[in-house]
């Protein structure tokens, strides 16, 4: 008797699921989902202060095996010994640090004058010589260019048209400047004369005009403006002596109401941070406290527990065991080259910055080495975007030029340079990420995380890396099984359909 073709049919070989069976399974993962997602909401608070933890458990673990040996396996004491030697040397000195920096910050910006301040700007610009006489005039001309397109007030354009060539007039005649920019201003009079007319004829039409008469005095009125506006332009960038010069000058002389804005601004935004103890200084500290205490309750309990955690979500977890080793590993390594690298490296550059600083005199030498390492985090900026300002404030405003190139050498070949030297040594031949990867994990990482995300944008650059190789091997792999496969199968069939041949004979 012949089998049925239900029966013989390779896709009712195998017994299906119950439809009770897949509801259960679906409402499985619908409950995982939302619990979830409820656990997410609870924990996203922690994330930091955990992230840290487990990374200075994986930077700690050789002090805490060292520990395991002298207490002969006992967990609780070595996680307590380790614990305090990260608080010892790690969190109370970092606190105590960021403390006395804030301090000198709110000194410093309290004690700023602004006659002092602007002395030392004028100093600065004479040596390097980018003093402006008259700058207000030349900011209100830059002003005027860009005010001589406003076709719907003709009026009041006719006037600006007046006031820029009085200041062009003024500033020729009281301001030194190089012998080409005679030509400049001769043609910058010339467009100005002629965009008044325009502008006049703009201002004496009637409504009674054709619209298409308007508009072509309106066309006229935009070309002339523009005109004009690129050569008063050119005239100010060949009486400064170029266009960088000019504007670097402009920038570089502000206006005491612009500096007293500006100096009243900082002193609005920090001094109610740093000085007083408002309710948003008072919720800030409270939530770092409970981030620290945090932080350090999860490093014990990681040190004590960890191999137990790590087992535990290796059984819960659906990803293959080596796969789970492999990011795991990936997270020891990431740990040591982002933020024992990174930060060790850092941390020199700020000591070593911090002795030059002092050496040349500077003040707020705590402020200076938590700026300085904070920077040298960052890729492509480094310790230079502070030692360099530094060296051209002590050149240009103390004139003190001899201090100003040794500083300048000295940031340059041993400051900026000692980094490469820590990181080849940690790093013992580990990969890095690619500068502008580096650079742009970092960018991004701020927004996102905090102060804290200069580490974290990395890592999560280096997991994201990792998953795609495994998804990458994962699927050579199936590939490799397939090619392996298919030439029995295109030869001899699949184990059934042999089956159904061989057994064809004897049915007949």
Known sequence: MSASPVSASPLFAGKLPSLSRITSVIMLLVGILVVGLLFYKVMVGFFIPLFMAAALVVIFRPVNEWFLKRLKGRRSL???????VILAIVLV?????????????TGLVSRTD?????????RGRVQLGLNLPHADRFRRLDELIAKLDDVKNPNTVLLEIAEARELIVF????????????????????????????AQELSDSKQSETPVDRIAIEEEFHRKSVVASAAIGAWINAKLGGSFRTQAKLLTNPSERDVALTVRAVREYLQPRFVNFTSATGQFLVQLLIGMLIMVISIYFFLVDGPAMIRTL???????????????????????????????????QGLLATIAFYLCGLQSIILLFMITTVMALIPFLGAA??????????????????????????GAVVVSS??????????????????????????GGVPVFGPIGILIGPMVVVFLQTLLEILNHELESRDRVDSMASPDDDATGTTDERAERNAAPAAG
Not at 93 to 105: C, D, E, N, W
């Open 93 to 105: 000195p970092v606190g105590l640090l960021v403390s006395i920096a804030i301090g000198q910050l």
């Open 385 to 410: 975007s502070v030692w360099l300002p530094c060296a051209v404030y002590i050149g240009a405003v103390e004139q003190r030029y001899g201090v100003a190139i040794l500083l300048a050498i000295y």
């Open 114 to 122: 602004l006659n002092d301040l602007k002395s030392a700007l004028d």
């Open 78 to 84: 070595a996680a307590a010994g380790t614990t305090g």
């Open 171 to 198: 500033l020729d005649r009281n301001v030194d400047g190089a012998v080409t920019a005679d030509d400049e201003r001769e043609a910058a009079m010339e467009q100005l004369s002629q965009f008044r007319e325009i």
């Open 314 to 348: 290796m059984r819960l977890s659906p990803l293959d065991d080596a796969y789970e080793l492999r990011l795991l590993g990936e997270f020891e390594k990431t740990s040591r080259a982002v933020v024992l690298a990174s930060v060790l490296s850092a941390v020199i």
């Open 418 to 443: 000692i980094d490469n030297v820590i990181k080849a040594y940690i790093l013992h031949g580990h990969s890095q990420l690619h500068p502008l990867i580096a650079l742009l994990s970092v960018l």
